[in-house]
């Protein structure tokens, strides 16, 4: 059975970093995405970043590019997403996510199937 479960958030101002990590178990697909998304309070959920599991490719969005770093450490199961140079902005639940195939340039939650339950993030000025 595949769980995911994220760790690593937290409250922290503005400019400051931190690192969330996805604990994956059950899930030994080669051709596959893993995600971060990410939902603040009355907003739609959004793609953050992405990585190609047989490649390492990543994808991010916009807004976060330059400033965060998506990877994955095989060896333990564990994705990963560095968060530098945080902006109040950034604030919301973050989400890790898994599916089947490729086209992980495709930043889209509604391809994912398989969801962490969330680790908060809130950052102030």
């Known amino acids: 059975q595949v769980q995911l479960v994220e760790s690593g958030g937290g409250s922290v101002q503005a400019g400051g970093s931190l690192r969330l990590s996805c604990a994956v178990s059950?899930?030994?697909?080669?051709?596959?995405?893993l995600g971060w998304f990410r939902q603040a309070p009355g907003k739609e959920r959004e793609g953050v970043a992405t990585?190609?599991?047989?490649?390492?490719?990543?994808y991010y969005t916009d807004s976060v590019k330059g400033r965060f770093t998506i990877s994955q450490d095989n060896a333990k199961n564990t994705l990963y997403l560095q968060m530098d140079s945080l902006k109040p902005e950034d604030s919301a639940t973050y989400y890790c996510?898994?599916?089947?195939?490729?086209?992980?340039?495709?930043?889209?939650?509604?391809?994912?199937?398989?969801w962490g339950q969330g680790t908060q993030v809130t950052v102030s000025s």
């Open positions: 990585i190609y599991i047989e490649s390492g490719s990543t």
């Open positions: 059950g899930f030994t697909y080669s051709s596959a995405c």
């Open positions: 996510a898994a599916r089947r195939g490729g086209y992980c340039y495709y930043i889209d939650h509604t391809m994912y199937n398989y």
